[in-house]
């Protein structure tokens, strides 16, 4: 069994900064395939950033540069740095684990940047 808690979500002006926390408890082996996704009213959910099976860092094209994902291991946390918001930004904001070939789900963050 995997926790995942979220926190940090907010309502920012376009070119804002927040930042997102996730602390996981359970079963948590590593922050491997550990990570955030997105949803938009009417869109599907998305990646957004995550730390891969082997430990390498995916981002969507559609925050490089602007997003950071980081963890503090000693936490159990993962954080998501988000700089230069724009409005498409707005979005419930998930901490995703996979473990053991399940999905493990936060609540979700709501993130919303006004223009």
């Known amino acids: 069994q995997v926790q995942l808690v979220e926190s940090g979500g907010g309502l920012v002006q376009a070119g804002g900064s927040l930042r997102l926390s996730c602390v996981a408890s359970g079963s948590i082996i590593s922050f491997n395939d550990m990570g955030w996704y997105r949803q938009a009213p009417g869109k599907q959910r998305e990646l957004v950033a995550v730390f891969t099976t082997g430990g390498r860092i995916t981002y969507a094209d559609s925050v490089k540069g602007r997003f950071t994902i980081s963890r503090d291991n000693a936490k159990n946390t993962v954080y998501l740095q988000l700089n230069n918001l724009k409005p498409e930004d707005t979005a419930v904001y998930y901490c995703?684990?996979?473990?053991?070939?399940?999905?493990?789900w936060g609540q979700g963050t709501q993130v919303t940047v006004s223009s």
């Open positions: 995703h684990k996979l473990l053991n070939y399940f999905n493990y």
